[in-house]
């Protein structure tokens, strides 16, 4: 993702939209990357979609989405190719009500949604506080929030993106909240570093255990119920997490 937005001083925009511009007409035609770009708001998303070459991006990540900014940006002539990533980083991400404002709006365009960002220091900022440097996002005032986002969007299918760990020298802590975000259902991460990278995709990565697990699950003739590692299996009630099991092992 490439961010216009809190990771450009105001006086710094036309160097970065210099920059964009240089990027958009050196990238090959035909790319497996997929690459974002992150305006401030609809009216610089608009000024975007008239660059030369925007089509070889895949989307954007819409900042600070709520149900009554979320119009605004799809009045932009956007390219029906064009993926989008939602970012509930505003107070409304408090209101149960407005979130489901927004989930019913996203439903009307949910193929276009690659997956809905929680903006974690910006939720924070709202509240007046940061993060702990020592203790994960669930160890705060962010886990009841996570969660809350987590029941309002999974049910329909959606994707959710967690926040940011801002601690970039500490894979451990890194490595201990995708461990919660997994346990939440949340397999997709931002990272601000490339040393977490690897730490992210390693948690990630499926054991075969859990594996083995989500096959015998999938299989036709698989009973009803039967145990596994001293654990209960029951592809009525586990059928979704062997799904998300056996894509994660594809990919990672």
């Known amino acids: 993702v490439i961010c216009l937005e809190d990771a450009v001083r105001e006086v710094d925009l036309p160097l ?3 920059n964009v511009a240089a990027l958009l007409r050196s990238m090959p035609s035909a790319t497996e990357l997929r690459l974002f770009v992150r305006p401030r708001d609809p009216a610089m998303l608009g000024h975007l979609l008239r660059l030369p ?48 404002r927004l989930r019913d709006q996203l439903r009307t365009m949910k193929p276009r949604v690659l997956a809905v960002r929680i903006g974690g220091n910006d939720l924070l900022q709202a509240l007046g506080v940061r993060r702990a440097p020592h203790r994960t996002s669930y160890d705060g005032p962010l886990g009841t929030i996570i969660a809350n986002i987590a029941g309002m969007f999974l049910p329909d299918g959606f994707a959710l993106s967690t926040p940011v760990m801002e601690r970039f020298d500490d894979p451990m802590l ?15 991460k931002t ?21 083995g697990e989500a096959r015998s699950m999938q299989e036709s003739g698989a009973p009803a119920v039967f145990g596994s590692r001293g654990r209960l299996c029951e592809p009525a009630t586990h059928g979704r997490w062997a799904d998300a099991i056996i894509r994660r092992a594809a990919l990672f």
């Open 16 to 18: 970065a939209f210099t």
């Open 53 to 100: 070459d925007i089509d070889r991006v895949t989307g954007f990540v819409l900042p600070k989405v709520t149900p009554d900014t979320l119009p605004a940006y799809l009045a932009q002539p956007l390219s029906p190719a064009h993926l989008l990533m939602p970012t509930l980083e505003t107070c409304e991400a408090f209101d149960p009500t407005e979130l489901r």
């Open 174 to 188: 890194l490595l201990e909240e995708m461990l919660r975000d997994l346990e939440h259902g949340l397999s997709s």
């Open 191 to 211: 990272a601000i570093h490339p040393a977490q990278v690897p730490v992210i995709h390693g948690a990630l990565a499926v054991s075969g255990a859990d594996l």
